[in-house]
């Protein structure tokens, strides 16, 4: 079987919206809106193995931390797990004053009375009441017409009514939804909910939620959002109506979606943490809420802890958080090209020279700190890596701060080391590859095993005892300075003839365990480049055996 060479004779391009004027395009989002979480339910229908009432409790415990205040907690009409979880849920006292526990049902009595009574007792509650009114479910799943249709809505708002009426000790809030909104008439959506509206009587202080479900992403973000300003301006009393959004992923731009839905003039987000939900999830959560953190807006609610939201999230829901997933994924502030570790390197060391927390790292659009993430997964090094990716971690790692001659010298060495063993070299390869190539001294040709200082006028003499190709010597050499001196020493003795070309030393550590790190580069006498670094607890010393690692590149 092949795709269809000309598409258009199964599939047609989504209607364009009758909006005159839009507003949102030029429109900035400025303030979070009201989330509401429904991973209890749509994205726990989702799910191969549901969760069951532990997994269910702990979501719910992670939900209240991270900052929800409406929590969608299940189905209770869907059985007696369900409604037992809820009544459990209400009973027990686990839900916080400021949380409004929410139920879905479908528009039936049976249903709708069955919900309520999984709420009793609950200082307030939302019970949300949907039918589809789309074309093709009227047409293919009911086989009624539009007025059938608004009945049932109609039939469902009265039970909504006379439910709370039953039940008067909670404060009930509702909330209806024209499932498959964004492939309706739009105006008929519009006529549906005016009728709902009208049986429930909402005020300015008490208003109603009409929920505009993408339930199945047909079309641009855009459409969508043309959708919600053209219903927000032409449904009677919107000041009386909270207009929900909830986006599904069909198209793979459900966050887009509901990002301008929220310039079009909603008020509030539903959706799943990770973006869980039936077929390609409903919108994120994590990712909406970050992206307005990112452009200064705070979403209040708190991803500080990133990695133990996920944790929570992937065993509740016995699904991974993919490695790629803006913000949570494990690669997202990972750099393996050269040319971008060098970036974030950078940009890393000009925001040590900052006088403000404004946060300008290029390839980072977030702090991985804010999220609870640490800066040693963000350069990770294999074959594609340069010497800015290598340098960081050995920063990162050790403390050691090299020249950038010598950062281009070692990433030889680490490349070459990557395209031998075909993977990902962690810290402690590099590093294994640093100390091999510069401080081990077992099987190099010049070890230090100690050595003395005196002054001859304005030269230095340098006298020391090192081991020669395995041969115990003593040495010596004269010169204008230390190093110099041990270079002379070393060419006295059989080694390379060479010249200081730069020379760099920082401390390493702080009070009693600090510890030097010289770095010097000299070029032989055919003009060859060799970098030898030296550590030691005394910065002499250090410089010392730098010129000694320089001599063993030799």
Excluded at 93 to 106: A, E, F, H, K, S
Excluded at 194 to 200: P, T, Y
Excluded at 222 to 248: M, V
Aim: charged share 20%; hydrophobic share 40%.
């Amino acid at each position: 079987m092949t795709m269809l060479r000309d598409p258009s004779v199964k599939y047609s391009a989504f209607p364009q919206v009758p909006l005159e004027t839009r507003e949102w395009p030029g429109r900035v989002t400025t303030k979070a809106p009201i989330w509401l979480s429904t991973d209890m339910r749509d994205g726990n229908q989702a799910l191969i193995d549901p969760m069951d009432a532990e997994k269910k409790a702990r979501f719910f415990d992670l939900l209240v931390r991270i900052g929800l205040k409406e929590i969608e907690v299940g189905f209770p009409s869907a059985g007696a797990t369900e409604f037992d979880f809820i009544s459990g849920l209400v009973k027990s006292g686990r839900i916080p004053n400021d949380v409004t526990p929410q139920v879905l049902t479908q528009s039936r009595a049976d249903l709708i009375r069955t919900s309520f009574d999984s709420l009793a007792g609950a200082k307030t509650a939302i019970v949300h009441v949907y039918n589809a009114v789309a074309p093709a479910w009227r047409k293919i799943v009911f086989g009624m017409d539009q007025a059938d249709i608004k009945q049932i809505a109609i039939d469902g708002a009265k039970q909504l009514r006379d439910n709370a009426a039953r039940l008067p000790q909670t404060n009930w809030r509702f909330q209806y939804s024209p499932e498959c909104f964004s492939t309706t008439e739009i105006d008929f959506s519009i006529e549906v909910c005016a009728a709902v509206m009208d049986i429930l009587q909402p005020t300015t202080d008490n208003p109603i939620i009409l929920n505009l479900p993408a339930t199945v992403e047909a079309a641009t973000p855009n459409i969508y959002a043309d959708q919600i300003e053209y219903f927000g301006k032409n449904l009677p009393g919107r000041d009386k109506a909270i207009i929900s959004l909830h986006t599904h992923n069909d198209r793979g731009t459900g966050v887009a979606a509901a990002e301008l839905g929220l310039l079009a003039g909603a008020d509030r987000v539903e959706g799943c943490l990770f973006g869980n939900g039936e077929r390609t999830g409903n919108t994120c959560l994590v990712t909406i809420a970050l992206n307005m953190y990112t452009q200064g807006v705070d979403p209040q609610l708190d991803f500080s802890n990133i990695d133990e939201v996920i944790q929570t999230v992937e065993y509740c829901n016995r699904l991974p958080v993919h490695p790629r997933h803006p913000y949570g994924g494990e690669l997202v502030y990972t750099a393996f090209s050269g040319s971008h570790q060098d970036a974030i390197k950078k940009g890393f060391a000009a925001r040590e020279r900052q006088n403000d927390e404004r946060w300008e790292v290029p390839y980072l659009p977030i702090d991985p700190a804010d999220l609870g993430r640490s800066y040693e997964a963000v350069i990770r090094v294999n074959s594609q890596s340069g010497k800015g990716g290598v340098a960081w971690v050995l920063e990162q790692d050790k403390g050691l701060k090299l020249p950038k001659k010598m950062q281009a010298s070692f990433s030889h060495v680490v490349q070459a080391l990557a395209d031998e063993t075909s993977r990902e070299l962690g810290a402690e390869d590099i590093w294994g590859a640093f100390d091999h190539a510069y401080l081990v001294t077992e099987g190099k040709r010049f070890q230090l095993v100690d050595w003395s200082e005196s002054h001859a006028g304005t030269d230095r003499i340098f006298a020391g005892k090192l081991t020669i190709d395995g041969t115990p010597r003593s040495v010596s050499g004269r010169g204008n300075g230390l190093m110099s001196s041990v270079i002379a020493a070393l060419a006295e003795s059989g080694g390379p003839i060479m010249d200081i070309v730069d020379y760099s030393e920082h401390a390493i550590g702080q009070g009693s365990n600090v510890q030097a790190a010289a770095y010097v580069e000299c070029r032989t006498a055919d003009g060859k480049s060799l970098f030898g670094c030296g550590l030691d607890t005394d910065v002499a010393t250090a410089s010392v055996r730098a010129i000694l690692s320089a001599a063993n590149g030799a």
